[in-house]
């Protein structure tokens, strides 16, 4: 009988982990939506640690690239859909375009309109369009609150 020699590793335990191009995706998608490490791990079944040190490009970079997506896809939608545009300014650019709302109720109770308050809303930096939506809006509320 022929005997076949083994060949030493000198390594002990379980063999050691590749990881695959569908885990990458896997664990960039779980990064993006909030699992932590330990579930990631748990799900593909290897030690933490083995996965920070098979996934540290994913894990670090998940969420930015994810974001630099969303945020490419907002931009173009900015060109055709006036909302998309006020979303994009609200958070890109705060300070002049963040919507600001204030409910005021009168000083004398019976001026109040039968709500209890008059609700009067700011749009500052919004464009004619916007105004002219939000206005109607606050009509119809008002209209139906009487």
Known sequence: MRRIAKVKTGRVGPPRYEPTQDHRELVRDMVVVGVDQER???VLKIDPKTLRE???D???LGMD???A???RNLLALTETHPLAAIYFLNNRMPERWKDRR???APANPADAAPGGQHLHVHFDGASPEVKALAS???KTIEAKRE
């Open 40 to 42: 990631i791990a748990a």
């Open 54 to 56: 098979h996934f540290r």
């Open 58 to 60: 994913e894990l670090d």
């Open 65 to 67: 690239r994810a974001c």
């Open 69 to 71: 997506k969303v945020g």
């Open 102 to 104: 204030q409910i005021e």
């Open 136 to 138: 109607a809006a606050l």
